[in-house]
């Protein structure tokens, strides 16, 4: 080729380049964990010298091109982590790439025992299993935080088992604080809750969580372990995730202040461990701004399990010893899902009826108010059968004028509310964005945001949601479909699908929201009238029983000729 035709060739542009380098970086990050997986002992792990040996190199290598420790130390283990689908030649032929969210557009007619709040749940578990006393408790989530939860459990002694959609705690000794390698699973409620449990004991111990952990931050936590008389270490240098070690006096005193950062799921781990310690504890939650969720998530289990507690202003003083654990206490329903499936009737039309009790939590209520300011009127019912309804004649056609969200709705539960505004949208061709929705989010959710609308074929502008046209929806097509980040974006997308045009809306990770909620697909596929109750297995064919007939008659045996021997 001449030096003429070179200079003629067109350059990349910028953007071209930079997404030929992030190709090539995914290329290398799958080779290198194709090759961890060959470094991988007999127990599908990698040693941890190996892992060490690795990680230093990496931040010594980090170091000397940033100071960010977000490269120096969550990129390594996020790159630990990772996962990639298989080499095309390795997937199976009839291995679906995406979920194809196509649910029929019928009233909907759900009627199902509501699954029980997922904190209040382990709550629960816990409190039968330190106190060595038998519960029974259905229907369970079961989703991952609530096993991981029965594990922890019995991996300090405890008696839990597994059955269908329930959970029974057997009775057995009081829980006690081995010093031990404790897994706490996915969820950081766990291990708040367990670190509790430890706070108030002589006792170590060392605790370990999936990759999520590992990227939370239980910096306050370890801060704060000291007013308790306890010191907790992190395990690998630069991180304030788990693991983490663990040493405790067991030496309390008498008030015990939260600093103002201090997470509601600390206190939580705290107030629900305090009546089996040795001697009384009030803590002081005056600094913390979120003290009205604490005191409405945990006094109302702690009042039923008949512990001595009292509330003085912002402080809780609790006392050892609990007077009457029932067998079959009454727990609320999820608030997180039930929001979800009572929204399934204004975004189908149809009727909603949800057997359980609606929490009193200050988040619970918001929803409920979110619901009501989309048009709709949801009722409860109380009795011996606590039942929750939501009727609608017609789907959602409109987004209401002025939508203000509710003020203690969480910031967790925002795709929510975007997903009724994205349905109002497809069907009357645009809807208005509340200013505080933007707000409240943040970057992180306004960048997901923007996601999920090409996701569903929509697109932003100027704060107002409107049908993209086909030429924009060609441009910007999803290939193997949508990743949502969370569980709840993955929800929220299954609940905007139910407005979808011709063009189809695909969810690229379905498996996320069985992490939450493990029979939300057999609800979803089941649509618009969903059976959720387990039909009764066939009787088994009676087998005709073999007669024996008893006789008092002998047989007369001759003797044989010596011959015959």
Known sequence: MSEHATENRPRKSLRESVCEIDRDILRLLMRRHNLLRRMHTAKGHLDPAEEKFLREAWEAAASRVSRDPRLSSRLFTLMQEVEFLPRPEDEPADKRPAFNLAPATAPVSLAMRAPLACRDTRAWLYLAAAAGRPLRLEPCL???????????????GAAL?????????????????????????????????????????????????????????????????????????????????????????????????????APVELAEGILLAAPFYAQPLCLDLAAMSARAVVFARTLPILEQAGADVRREGDRICVTPGLSALPQRPRLPLEAELGLLLLALSPSLGGTVRLEGVWPQTPAAQAGWELLRRFGCAPRSEKGETPVIELTQASPL????????????????????????????????????????????????????????????????????????????????????????????????????????????????????????????WTLYNGLPAPKMEREPAPAAPVQRQRRRIITSALADIPDLPEDDY
């Open 142 to 156: 079961m989703n991952d935080p609530i096993v991981d939860c029965v594990k922890m459990l019995n991996q300090l």
């Open 161 to 261: 088992t597994r059955e269908n959609d329930g959970v029974s705690v057997m009775s057995a000794a009081p829980l006690g604080a081995p010093d031990k390698v404790v897994h706490v699973g996915c969820s950081a409620w766990n291990f708040y809750l367990i670190l509790g449990h430890y706070l108030g004991r002589p006792s170590r111990a060392k605790f370990v969580g999936d990759a999520d952990l590992r990227f939370a931050d239980f910096s306050v936590a370890r801060r704060f372990a000291g007013q308790m008389g306890a010191r907790l270490i992190q395990a690998v240098p630069k991180s304030d995730g788990l693991p983490v070690r663990l040493e405790c006096s067991g030496v309390l005193p008498d008030t015990v202040r939260l600093p103002a950062d």
């Open 397 to 520: 056609a409109a987004a209401p004028a002025g939508l203000a969200l509710p003020e203690d709705f969480p910031d967790e539960w925002l795709p929510l509310p975007l997903a009724l505004l994205a349905q109002a949208a497809l069907r009357h061709g645009s809807a208005a964005l509340p200013a505080e929705l933007l707000d409240r989010g943040g970057e992180d959710f306004r960048t997901d945001m923007t996601s999920f609308c090409t996701a569903l074929h929509l697109a932003v502008d100027n704060g107002v949601l409107r049908p993209q046209s086909e030429e924009e929806s060609a441009g910007t097509a999803v290939g193997r479909g949508w990743n949502a980040p969370t569980p709840v974006w993955a929800l929220a997308l299954a609940l905007a699908a139910c407005a979808r045009d011709k063009r189809q809306v695909r969810l690229g990770n379905p498996g996320i929201i069985t992490t939450l909620y493990p029979a939300f």
